[in-house]
Nanobody, 116 residues
Framework: QVQLVESGGGLVQPGGSLRLSCAAS????????MNWSRQTPGKAREFVAA????????ITADSVKGRFAISRDNTNNTVDLQMNNLKPGDTDVYCC?????????WGQGTQVTVSS
């Protein structure tokens, strides 16, 4: 059974940091590129960051560039999103996605709230 389980969300003050983690199981993790995206109900999903299968290359959206960083551990089948200097506009549900040649998988998401 394929599972992507996000964790690490919560309430943080502006300027603070959080580290999200996504634990994968049920598929060959190293064969999939991994993405993080975010979405508020009623709004379009926004791409946040992506990392290649081996982890050598990654990209981040302009809106989070310099503040967020994606990384992965193919031994432990996890992908993380380090978020620094958080802003109220970063408040959202953050989801990880596994992107394969034939199939994609999504996690349920973890809520991040940035507020004083």
């Amino acid at each position: 059974q394929v599972q992507l389980v996000e964790s690490g969300g919560g309430l943080v003050q502006p300027g603070g940091s959080l580290r999200l983690s996504c634990a994968a199981s049920g598929f060959t993790f190293s064969s999939y590129a991994m993405n993080w995206s975010r979405q508020t109900p009623g709004k379009a999903r926004e791409f946040v960051a992506a990392i290649t299968r081996g982890g050598a290359d990654s990209i981040t959206a302009d809106s989070v560039k310099g503040r967020f960083a994606i990384s992965r551990d193919n031994t432990n089948n996890t992908v993380d999103l380090q978020m620094n200097n958080l802003k109220p506009g970063d408040t959202d549900v953050y989801c990880c996605q596994a992107v394969g040649e034939e199939k994609n998988y999504w996690g349920q998401g973890t809520q991040v709230t940035v507020s004083s």
